[in-house]
């Protein structure tokens, strides 16, 4: 069964940082790229972040370049997204994603509000 289970989400104030995992099981996550997306109260999905299969090629949205890290532990079948100086823009759920062909599977997100 597949399975993509993220976590590490909460209420932060602006500035802060929040570390996401996004913890997968029932396919062969080292064959997958993996994705962070997100969705703002009332928007649409934003693609946050791309990593490819080695973890050697990392792709930003502009909103987030120099703030955001995507990384991924193969040994783990986890992927991360660092996320330092957060704003109040950056409020919604996030979500992984893992793709490989026609394959697309996704978590059921984690909430991250950036509030004082």
């Known amino acids: 069964q597949v399975q993509l289970v993220e976590s590490g989400g909460g209420l932060v104030q602006p500035g802060g940082s929040l570390r996401l995992s996004c913890a997968v099981s029932?396919?062969?996550?080292?064959?997958?790229?993996m994705y962070w997306v997100r969705q703002a109260p009332g928007k649409g999905l934003d693609w946050v972040s791309t990593?490819?299969?080695?973890?050697?090629?990392?792709y930003y949205a502009d909103s987030v370049k120099g703030r955001f890290t995507i990384s991924r532990d193969n040994a783990k079948n986890t992927v991360y997204l660092q996320m330092n100086s957060l704003k109040p823009e950056d409020t919604a759920v996030y979500y992984c994603?893992?793709?490989?062909?026609?394959?697309?599977?996704w978590g059921q997100g984690t909430q991250v509000t950036v509030s004082s």
């Open positions: 994603n893992a793709v490989r062909g026609f394959n697309l599977y």
């Open positions: 029932g396919f062969t996550f080292s064959s997958y790229w």
């Open positions: 990593i490819n299969t080695g973890g050697t090629t990392t």
